[in-house]
Every structure is written in C-alpha cells, then in structure tokens.
C-alpha cells in the first residue's frame, strides 16, 4: 500500500500540563498505542513533534515547518513532507483507536479527504489526506486561518460515521482527569 502513517505530537497539551503522546496511558507512553495500531497497518510511520524525546520510538521525527499553528501546521507539515499522495493523520491523545478505523477509512478515501465521525461528531484528526491538498494548508497557514473544521467544509471533505463502534474508540484524552477515567 503506498501511504505513510502521521502522527501528530506537536501540541502544547496545556489542559494536560505535559506532553500528551508522553504521558502514560495503560502501563505505556500514550502515542504507543497509536504507534501498535498503525504498525497492523504495515506503513511507514512519520512523528510530527518538536520534542526530541520521541526518538525513543525508533521512528522518524519532523518538525512543525511553520510553529504553534495546531493541527492546520502539523498536517502542512505531513502533506509537505510526503511522498506518498495518501496519507493517514492520527494525533496522538486517541490511545484506544483500532486498526479496523483505518482499514476502513482507507477503503472509502477516493481522491477526498476522509474522516472519521462518531455519534455526529466528527474527528478531523482521525482520516486519510492527501498530498495534492498540501497548498490548501500552505494558504490556510498564510492567511492565518486556523480553524481545521473550516478549511476541511471549504474542501468537502467526507466523513465514515462509525456509531457502531464503542464512544470509547474515538475519546480524546486531553487532561488528567480524563487520563485518570480512561485507564480502565
């Protein structure tokens, strides 16, 4: 399968108050239980992150071409950074995601950005992009225009509604309450 796997890890995680992928989550660092779901996928794995600790993963790391932008930056920089045209973005505080989400998304991506909803939420963070989309970001970027949810109305982006699965699946794990509910 020609596509590459990113991780986005390049947040502040203030309502965290430390590296979210980093902080423990079931006995191991968050963003490994991302890193195990896409390895079933059998796809080269890129981290998006300033923090050089991510080193520990054995994957390769980039840097925010353009910083502090969220994730309209983190994603610039993985369409930018690619050399595949189909790409999975995943940010790293979804620890109980499974490999089935992908596999799925995949098989419906045709050309359009792709993403995940659950129970009519939608999950911009969770999908299959493209690299023909990376001058979208680039404008976005240089008209400071932030707004992820905005930019993927304004490409019609699709989303895969997936209520069957479990609301565990698809929860962000943003602070340490929520880290503390979510370890069982």
Do not use: W
């Not at 968050?30 to 992150?49: D, F, G, R, Y």
């Not at 980039?62 to 050399?83: C, M, N, Q, W």
């Not at 098989?107 to 950005?113: E, F, K, L, P, V």
Request: glycine fraction near 6%; aromatic fraction near 6%; hydrophobic fraction near 35%.
């Amino acid at each position: 399968m020609n596509m590459t796997a990113f991780i986005l890890a390049g947040g502040k995680s203030s309502r965290m108050g430390t590296d979210k992928g980093l902080t423990f989550f079931k006995g191991e660092p968050m963003i490994q239980s991302i890193i195990n779901c896409l390895e079933k996928l059998n796809l080269p794995i890129v981290i998006v992150t300033q923090n050089q600790k991510y080193q520990q993963f054995g994957l390769p790391i980039i840097s925010d071409l353009v910083k502090e932008k969220g994730p309209i930056g983190g994603i610039h920089t993985a369409l930018t950074h690619t050399t595949t045209e189909k790409n999975i973005i995943v940010s790293c505080d979804t620890p109980n995601l499974d490999s089935s989400i992908f596999k799925e998304l995949i098989d419906n991506a045709n050309g359009t950005i792709t993403i995940a909803k659950h129970k009519n939420r939608t999950h911009p963070l969770i999908g299959i992009y493209y690299k023909k989309d990376a001058i979208h970001f680039t404008n976005a970027l240089n008209k400071n225009e932030l707004k992820l949810g905005d930019l993927l109305n304004k490409l019609s982006a699709k989303s895969i509604n997936f209520d069957k699965k479990p609301d565990k699946i698809f929860r962000n794990i943003n602070t340490k309450l929520e880290l503390d509910e979510n370890q069982s």
